[in-house]
């Protein structure tokens, strides 16, 4: 009886070229897998079905990951403000975590012998689904072909035609990866430190022009309403809002950052979406909460995007952060207001119940009525004590000498 082995399958070169070999050489019994967190159509999920079971499959599953996808990882993102460098929003890093744990339970309900992805060693992919699997199912047995037999691109080309695979082998200019929080884009552009992308490399083309208002409706944290629009589930407000923010060519930008394996690398990316939603929440976030909780929040937001993006989402601090991140959006309800452009937007305000920039309490650089010039004095006076003591000690003391 031959062993089972689950492969995550996108139907591209590297994951094709692992049915074939894992079948035919290797003699598995395979299980193929492909997780959609927003990349794919129905006629595409199709296409990658017909595929897998042409190779030789013995079943293949279909997961819509896309609510998932935001439930567990996403929505922690838009609470954290999270950009990786100030720039990235993570868009491929979170999704690949979001694919790995599905593939880890398919694997553990069909209690394969094996899992396989066709990882290349080059990049921080192949350790985010080793570790999520060393994880969750420690004593499965991983298979990566490309990385072990370091196989070149042209070496897998002669190895499907030798085995009478039919598909489309030319490589395109540019290598896309589309998913809910953003689309990235590599090209040779990309591969130096100097650089930016064509115009027609962006997958997302700008075709509107002019000026359009905005209204993003939030309610503890997550974004519910656009224009008035209400949506069933927030994946589908990043989804309506990638749809009038893309046109514009809204979000574009090239990431430069360190990899797990400890190599810098350049890659670009559109995300119109989430670069809109963070900002908004961000801006809304500024006038509904105090100061201390904006420091912290930042403080442990940044350690949460960096450790999401070294796959290390199974972390128990993890969770433990997520609890702080949920907790500080219990105010953060409100609209903030939008100006679209060309290539860029700007934030032009908010209205929330729990803005704190209150005018019973006074307007900054104006006028105060919640305090007198007489308490203010004292405060100051009492604020800067102990620096003030510091000071004369000092004086006092060197006065000695």
Aim: charged share 25%; with cysteine; net charge neutral.
């Amino acid at each position: 009886m031959s062993k089972k082995v689950v492969l995550g399958f996108s139907g591209g070169l590297d994951t094709t070229y692992c049915a074939k070999y894992l079948g035919e050489d290797l003699g598995y019994e395979i299980h193929s897998i492909v997780v959609n967190t927003g990349g794919f159509s129905d006629d595409e999920l199709k296409k990658i079905e017909e595929h897998a079971i042409k190779l030789g499959v013995k079943s293949h599953k279909t997961v819509n990951a896309i609510q998932s996808y935001y439930d567990r990882i996403i929505k922690y993102l838009i609470y954290g403000n999270v950009l990786k460098n100030n720039t990235y929003p993570l868009s491929v890093s979170a999704e690949r975590l979001s694919q790995a744990l599905h593939i880890a339970e398919h694997t553990a309900a069909l209690k394969a012998d094996a899992v396989a992805h066709g990882s290349t060693g080059a990049g921080n992919d192949q350790v985010r689904f080793d570790m999520i699997f060393h994880i969750m199912i420690p004593n499965t047995e991983i298979i990566t072909p490309i990385r072990d037999l370091k196989l070149s691109r042209e070496a897998e080309i002669e190895y499907l035609r030798n085995k009478g695979v039919e598909m489309n082998f030319e490589k395109a200019m540019y290598s896309i990866n589309k998913g809910l929080w953003g689309t990235s884009v590599g090209g040779k552009e990309t591969l130096s430190s100097n650089g930016m992308l064509p115009e027609e490399a962006w997958p997302t083309q700008v075709s509107k022009t002019g000026n359009e208002e905005v209204k993003l409706s939030f309610e503890k944290g997550e974004l519910w309403k656009i224009n008035d629009k209400k949506f069933k589930h927030p994946s589908e407000a990043v989804l309506f809002l990638q749809s009038i923010a893309g046109p514009y060519g809204i979000g574009r930008d090239i990431h430069v950052g360190d990899t797990i394996i400890g190599i810098k690398g350049r890659v670009g990316f559109e995300a119109a979406a989430p670069m809109v939603i963070i900002k908004a929440h961000h801006a809304l976030e500024k006038h509904v909460l105090s100061k201390w909780q904006l420091q912290w929040k930042d403080q442990l937001a940044q350690f949460y995007g960096n450790w999401l993006h070294e796959g290390q989402i199974l972390d128990p601090v993890m969770i433990d952060i997520e609890s702080y991140l949920e907790s500080s959006q219990r105010n953060v309800t409100g609209d903030v207001f939008i100006q679209l452009m060309p290539y860029r937007f700007q934030v032009t305000g908010i209205e929330s119940k729990f803005d704190l920039m209150n005018s019973k309490f006074g307007k900054y650089g104006e006028m105060n009525n919640g305090w007198t010039g007489t308490d203010v004095r004292g405060f100051s006076k009492i604020f800067g004590n102990q620096t003030m003591i510091y000071h004369q000690v000092k004086e006092n003391a060197n006065a000695k000498n």
